[in-house]
């Protein structure tokens, strides 16, 4: 008699251990679902953004004017970014028009950008800026705000070595991945 009972005592506590597992695989299934679902509406929907054009700060005093050299880095730092931030499909671009071609912060106050990225119905407005302390040291400014309310939502300040073309086009490629992984959520 006691063998049946120890026998089925095992499978009661191995039916309560599947049972769990069963339920555990279940929940788990559930959120999965639930996290894909809410990322596949997120894909479907990605937020909105105006980028503005990223302009430069050059307080390394030198010599040498490189004012040409800037603007072409500049140009191509923002082409970077807008066909990264494209690809990514994290986004979806928004195109401002300004009196300035490039939209900048140097030319525009935030209060304009802001006005300029709502007449896109952009849902985020990013700006930014490169800072020239020394041939070796530069930084880049990211700052994106949430058109709405002008709130700022994401900052971050980057620093890159070298002030030649391969320089600016490493740090562009970085700051936007940045971007595209970090910033708020529609």
Avoid at 21 to 49: D, H, I, K, Y
Avoid at 125 to 132: F, M, P, R
């Amino acid at each position: 008699m006691g063998f049946p009972n120890r026998v089925f005592g095992r499978d009661t506590r191995h039916s309560a251990v599947r049972r769990l597992a069963a339920s555990l695989s279940l929940v788990g299934a559930l959120l999965f679902s639930a996290t894909a679902l809410t990322l596949a509406r997120a894909a479907e929907n990605p937020p909105s953004l105006a980028v503005a054009g990223f302009f430069l700060v050059d307080t390394s005093g030198e010599q040498r004017d490189q004012t040409a050299e800037h603007e072409a880095r500049l140009v191509r730092f923002d082409a970077i970014m807008q066909d990264e931030l494209s690809q990514s499909g994290r986004f979806t671009l928004k195109q401002m028009t300004c009196p300035d071609p490039r939209c900048s912060g140097r030319s525009m106050t935030l209060a304009q950008l802001l006005a300029s990225a709502r007449e896109t119905d952009a849902r985020f407005l990013a700006i930014g800026a490169v800072e020239k302390m020394s041939t070796l040291v530069l930084w880049a400014r990211l700052e994106v705000y949430d058109v709405a309310s002008g709130q700022m939502v994401f900052n971050r300040l980057f620093t890159f070595r070298g002030d030649n073309d391969e320089a600016w086009r490493r740090a562009a490629d970085y700051v936007a991945r940045e971007l595209i992984r970090n910033a708020p959520a529609g």
